[in-house]
Structures are given as structure tokens and as C-alpha cells.
Nanobody, 124 residues
Framework: VQLQASGGGLVQAGGSLSLSCTTSGRGVSNYGVGWLRQAPGKEREFVAAIKWSGEDPLYADSVKDRFTISRDNAKNTVFLRMNGLKPEDTAVYYC??????????????????WGRGTLVTVSS
């Protein structure tokens, strides 16, 4: 499974951005996918996740009610819509998938599939 995030950029506080995670590989639509982020000097943290079916979205408390995760399996793409951005949302955003199919993504694991991230910078 290969994943690549895109759509990052510079935005003012209160603004919005939409990230995309393009996935490829055998049976990729059968994998849960999560978004993670890593700010400079900080550990990677869970942001949001969605099941292979598009159901049961999960969100970190810090982004709940501001971010929305969705997926389009016909396009093998997972989206993260980010509204009400804050300077503390500044980070490199990654998408990731667990090693096993039909597993909801809930946190970063060392053996996850993941790819190149995209930088989101929120200015105050």
C-alpha cells in the first residue's frame, strides 16, 4: 500500500485547507486510513481516521468540530477538510494505514504504511 499526502500550504488563522491522500496498491479500499501530523520538535500525533467503508470517523480532541475526514474509494483518495485553522495546527501532515485490512486506524504504529507528508503552515 502506498500513500501520499498533498494540498498543504500557507493560510491565515481562521482559514481553511483541504488535504488529499492518494492511495494505491492491491485492495487499498479495504484499509482504514488515518491522518497524523508532526510539528517541529514534537512527536507525531493522531489527527483523524476513517474506516475502509467510510464510516465511523475518529478525531483527536484538538481538531474535533473543525476537521472533517472523508474518502472516495472510487478514486482511492482520502480527504481532510480543515476549517478554523489555528497556528498550533502548523505541522507536516501525513496519511497512514495499518498493516492489516479491515482495521480502524487509531494511532501511529512503527510498521504502518505511510508516505510523504504535506506541510501546513498557519500564520497568526
Amino acid at each position: 500500500v502506498q500513500l501520499q499526502a498533498s494540498g498543504g500550504g500557507l493560510v491565515q488563522a481562521g482559514g481553511s485547507l483541504s488535504l488529499s491522500c492518494t492511495t494505491s496498491g492491491r485492495g487499498v479500499s479495504n484499509y482504514g486510513v488515518g491522518w497524523l501530523r508532526q510539528a517541529p520538535g514534537k512527536e507525531r500525533e493522531f489527527v483523524a481516521a476513517i474506516k475502509w467503508s467510510g464510516e465511523d470517523p475518529l478525531y483527536a480532541d484538538s481538531v474535533k468540530d473543525r476537521f472533517t475526514i472523508s474518502r472516495d474509494n472510487a478514486k482511492n483518495t482520502v480527504f481532510l477538510r480543515m476549517n478554523g485553522l489555528k497556528p498550533e495546527d502548523t505541522a507536516v501532515y501525513y496519511c497512514a494505514a495499518p498493516q492489516s485490512t479491515y482495521t480502524h486506524y487509531t494511532s501511529w504504529r512503527g510498521d504502518d504504511y505511510w508516505g510523504r507528508g504535506t506541510l501546513v503552515t498557519v500564520s497568526s
